[in-house]
């Protein structure tokens, strides 16, 4: 299983950046999926998750601005970012919850992160 993020890059402040990321190999179940984010002297941080029905959970930073989706027939998720701001500035990773066998518990598997730079 291998998930691969893109969409990163140099937006000014206010613009806007959509990241997605896609999931592929074999799998039994695909659960939870998100995106986090780390910047440079931070820890890793929960941005926003998203269930397989499309119930969302937002940073309290982010709330407002940024929106997940996802697209359960092509297994990927997207994260449209709206009026960004500096401090966004981090490595975002994308997550996803998935169950590799039907005996197999549900690993986390992370795609190799996509860097988001808002500066003027």
């Known amino acids: 299983v291998q998930l691969q993020a893109s969409g990163g890059g140099l937006v000014q402040p206010g613009g806007s950046l959509r990241l997605s990321c896609a999931v592929s190999?074999?799998?039994?179940?695909?659960?939870?999926m998100g995106w986090y984010r780390q910047a440079p002297g931070n820890q890793r941080e929960l941005t926003a998750t998203?269930?397989?029905?499309?119930?969302?959970n937002y940073a309290n930073s982010v709330k407002g601005r940024f929106t997940i989706s996802r697209d359960n027939a092509k297994n990927t998720v997207n994260l449209q970012m709206d009026s960004l701001k500096p401090e966004d500035s981090a490595v975002y990773y994308c997550?996803?919850?998935?169950?590799?066998?039907?005996?197999?518990?549900?690993?986390?598997?992370w795609g190799q992160g996509t860097l988001v730079t808002v500066s003027s």
């Open positions: 997550s996803a919850q998935i169950k590799r066998r039907w005996y197999d518990s549900v690993d986390a598997y």
């Open positions: 190999g074999n799998f039994f179940t695909l659960n939870d």
């Open positions: 998203i269930t397989p029905l499309g119930n969302a």
